[in-house]
């Protein structure tokens, strides 16, 4: 099997949100299968999750899926902070 990357790239205007998102996600990159690569990584106002294997891309998908699921996690509970933080 040749090698699938995927990246996936979040960007803002608010690089606090870009830092806030690096710092919630980068302590899960833990116990992760030898076959995957995970990177994040942050530039600017930009932030990168890449995931890529040569063999397993069901665990590729699940990987992605997870880490999309904390990144939105994030972004809500940003929004509703900031909603907060607006009212008050």
Do not use: H, W
């Given at each position: 099997?040749?090698?699938?990357?995927?990246?996936?790239?979040?960007?803002?205007?608010?690089?606090?949100?870009?830092?806030?998102?690096f710092k919630a996600i980068k302590p899960d990159?833990?116990?992760?299968?030898?076959e995957i690569s995970l990177e994040f990584y942050r530039e600017n106002n930009e932030l990168t999750?890449?995931?890529?294997?040569?063999?397993?891309?069901?665990?590729?998908?699940?990987?992605?899926?997870?880490?999309?699921?904390?990144?939105?996690?994030?972004?809500?509970?940003?929004?509703?902070?900031?909603?907060?933080?607006?009212?008050?």
């Amino acid at each position: 099997m040749e090698k699938v990357e995927v990246k996936i790239l979040v960007k803002t205007e608010d690089p606090k949100i870009v830092d806030t998102l690096f710092k919630a996600i980068k302590p899960d990159n833990v116990n992760i299968p030898e076959e995957i690569s995970l990177e994040f990584y942050r530039e600017n106002n930009e932030l990168t999750f890449a995931v890529s294997t040569e063999k397993d891309i069901e665990t590729l998908i699940s990987t992605l899926r997870e880490g999309l699921d904390y990144i939105g996690l994030c972004l809500q509970v940003l929004m509703v902070n900031g909603d907060e933080e607006n009212t008050n």
